[in-house]
């Protein structure tokens, strides 16, 4: 019996440990701190000693800082999200357009990292708007959801663009695609093509992907630490699931993914592209390609992918 009684209350503080770890990463997986104040590391780049203190207490990020801008024309637009934060965007015209294209960074990126792209949507003849999701870049806040209360920044991004031109394309990466996924039912937008780049499946896949990427097992871990999130952050964060949300997709899509990708996998990728209902849906696979930009790192294949795409 005292044997018995000694486990249960090893496992209770293991489990409230658990707990207590799980809360102080999901905090600083979700806050950001002032411009330079930390180095940012991917957990690939971290020696053995910074991995351990990843693992027990996790990683202070500072905020994503913009480092360039357009070389051609543009506009810095400033929209308001319903909590009264402001965010940035570029707003890059195109003589003779023949639609928009939206670009949504990733998780603690912002929209400088995504030139390229814009430039070669611009080249096939579309505006562009650029925008820092709250947290980011030149946008105000230091929080971040992963994607769910950024469905709301895409919502006013759409709406801004909605008011110049009626031919709407969304495009997103990562987080920023995860965002899409959301946000086009949510808040009934009917754009009319949308492209996802290494969308993760659900929040929580998205916390494992991380967690793989510093070797440490994903469950139950992963869970707990989304869940700390979602309560840190005022939602139910084990709710967030793109590849459910992919089921009131109907507009045409294409997906991409990198077959080197250690954040999100294949079989998150096969999920949220069997689970579009869209008539006319593509899956490219980038092989020489990771969690990264296709346009820097297999630009003739991801602009052939895209051109065909968007004819």
Known sequence: MKLLKRLLYFLLILFLLLNIIAAFHAWKFTHFYPPGTFKNKKPEQMNTWEKVKTVTLGVRLSKSVIRLQPNVPFETVLLHTKDDLRLEGWYIPTPRAIGTVILFHGYNACKDGYLPEAYYFRQLGYNTFMIDFRGNGNSEGNTCTVGYKEAEDVKLAYEYVKQKDKHIILWGMSMGAAAIIRAVPAYQLHPDKVILESSFATLTDAVKGRMRAVHLPGTPLAQMLTFWGGVEQG??????????????????????????????????????????????????????????????????KWKSAIKEFLQ
């Open 235 to 300: 939602f139910w964060s084990l709710d967030f699931k793109p590849e459910r949300d992919a089921r009131q997709i109907n507009m045409p899509a294409l997906v991409c993914w990198g077959s080197h990708d250690t954040r999100v996998n294949k079989e998150e990728t096969d999920l949220i592209y069997q689970h579009l209902n869209s008539r006319k849906k593509q899956l490219v696979i980038f092989t020489g390609s990771g969690h990264q930009s296709f346009c820097r790192h297999e630009p003739a």
